[in-house]
């Protein structure tokens, strides 16, 4: 049987339907039980309907199509073993107008094949039948919604214990009647639940590992099944090498949900063993106040260098959640959230990746003491990829003419030429924008967030406090350049 296009709702148990005293359906042969669902209805008078099942349907018919001459047990039998090898979940029969009774020939074809008969009364229409089964879906798609919210909740709170890890797999468990086991780099770290039999727990082992980080292309989830058992496996964070693995004896549609907000909880509570501990963060964080230079406090974090990512969600204002989920997702703990925009440290190595749902901007790799410069670059990077609706767009490393003067002399001529500009901070930055995007209004407007006649009267206004004629390609240039060694604090 092949397996049906099911669409994005819960199915309708058949019992349901048969329980609808204002339907008044009686079933009358073939299976019954909560394993027997209807996923849509169709009214269909084709004596071969197969063409046009997807499967998972209660399929209504009057027998409209039975022809007078033809044999009721040979042609019930065809008609029934289509239905069924289309993936037909039960059949109605109405008995009314065309038949007084359902065909006896029809009753003992549907137990033959195994298939759901219902007998549809005259008082009941088919559309009123269809219409209880969407009836009946809303009213599951609700309660699912219901049952997602209610564990996104419990999964929130079990993470701000003081034993948040068990904590979390206790919680998530508990929601899919199941057992949630958290595998280390190296081997089983703590589990919760109803243990899984001998052979499912070793299939989830393997399937933990397929979803461990190994290089491009592993999968981030994977699910399968062994001795009757739903298993399902999440790769927690990026870089990391912590899995989390689900075993429950049915999948309900929620459940990956549920999974995918528990495995973004573990990500950030076992990204505290990996690049920089709490410990470590707090001691830098410490050492900062006290007045300690970056170059000093960063070998608390690791070594090497660091790029700067700065990001923006396409949709909404960032949250704290959102903010260490994308922080996870690059592989960093060290986040920051300030003005709408979210700021990472991701130590070089881990290159950043477009993340679903935002625009990144990333800056070149840098020394602690070039963080600031780094800082500003990615700021850059973030503009001009919302500006030309990339998903991420890195700075540029390459060595420039302007690299040819020495940085001291270029910041000072930076403040000298912007000196009339500088005390309206929206003033040279729409001037840098702009002239990064080529003079264009419409995506200066778009990637400063504002109108394109407020970007027309900003440069209007740094033309006229300049004295410059901003449509002389050398101005442009000298103001670029101006602009690019401008210090970033605006100084």
């Known amino acids: ?9 819960p199915p309708v148990p058949l019992a349901a339907l048969l329980a609808r005293e204002d339907l008044a359906l009686r079933q009358l042969a073939g299976p019954s039980g909560p394993d027997v669902v209807v996923h849509w209805a169709h009214t269909s008078e084709m004596s071969d309907p197969y063409p046009y099942l997807l499967g998972g349907e209660l ?9 007078e001459t033809a044999d ?15 993936g037909g979940t039960a059949l109605g029969f109405g008995v009314a107008p065309v038949h007084d009774t359902v065909p006896s020939a029809l009753v003992a074809a549907c137990a033959a094949h195994n298939l759901p008969l219902v007998e549809v009364p005259p008082q009941t229409t088919f559309s009123g039948v269809a ?8 009213q599951a798609r609700l309660a699912e919604l219901r049952r997602v919210t209610e564990a996104q909740q419990s999964l929130a709170a079990a993470a701000s214990r003081p034993d948040p890890v068990p904590s979390v797999l206790r919680q998530l468990a508990q929601r899919v009647a199941g057992r949630a086991v958290l595998y280390g780099p190296e081997a089983e770290v703590a589990a919760a639940g109803r243990p899984a039999g001998t052979a499912a727990h070793r299939a989830l082992a393997a399937l933990a590992e397929v979803v461990r980080p190994s ?4 999968p981030t989830s994977a699910t399968d099944t062994a001795a009757g058992t739903h298993l399902a496996a999440y790769a927690l964070g990026a870089g990391h090498d912590f899995v989390l693995g689900i075993a429950a004896p049915r999948r309900d549609p929620g459940d990956h949900t549920i999974a995918s907000v528990a495995a973004v909880l ?37 070594a090497g260098r660091w790029a700067v990512v700065h990001a923006r969600p396409d949709a909404h204002a960032p949250d704290p959640v959102a903010a260490s989920a994308l922080g996870a997702a690059l592989g960093s703990p060290l986040v920051d959230l300030a003005e709408g925009v979210v700021r990472v440290l991701v130590p070089e190595g881990r290159e950043p990746a477009p993340y679903p749902g935002w625009t990144l901007g990333v800056s070149a790799a840098a ?16 503009a001009r990829a919302r500006a030309t609706r990339v998903a991420l767009l890195r700075h540029g490393a390459r060595a420039a003419l302007a690299d040819l003067v020495p940085p001291d002399e270029a910041a000072a001529h930076a403040r000298a030429l912007l000196a009339p500009i500088a005390a309206t901070p929206a003033l040279p930055e729409t001037l840098r924008t702009w002239l990064s995007l080529h003079g264009s209004w419409d995506r200066t407007a778009v990637a400063l967030s504002v109108h394109r006649n407020t970007v027309r009267q900003r440069i209007a206004r740094c033309a006229a406090l300049l004295g410059a004629d901003l449509d002389d390609p050398d101005v442009r240039m000298d103001l670029w350049f101006a602009l690019r060694d401008r210090a970033p604090d605006g100084a």
Not at 72 to 86: E, L, S
Not at 215 to 218: D, H, K, L, V
Not at 278 to 291: I, K, M, N, Y
Not at 370 to 382: F, H, N, S
């Open 1 to 9: 049987m092949p397996d049906p296009a099911v669409p994005p709702t």
């Open 59 to 67: 399929l209504l018919t009057a027998g409209v199509h039975v022809p």
């Open 72 to 86: 009721p047990g040979t042609y019930f039998d065809a008609y029934v073993g289509r239905i069924v090898a289309a």
């Open 131 to 138: 219409r209880a089964v969407w009836q009946l879906m809303a």
């Open 215 to 218: 290089g491009p292309g592993t």
């Open 266 to 302: 573990l990500s950030l509570l076992t990204g505290e063993h990996q690049s920089g501990t709490g410990a470590a963060r707090s001691s830098a964080l410490v050492r900062l106040l006290l007045g300690a230079a970056p170059e000093e406090v960063a070998p608390l974090l690791g």
């Open 367 to 382: 020394e602690p003491a070039q963080w600031p410069a780094a800082d500003a670059e990615a700021a850059r990077a973030l």
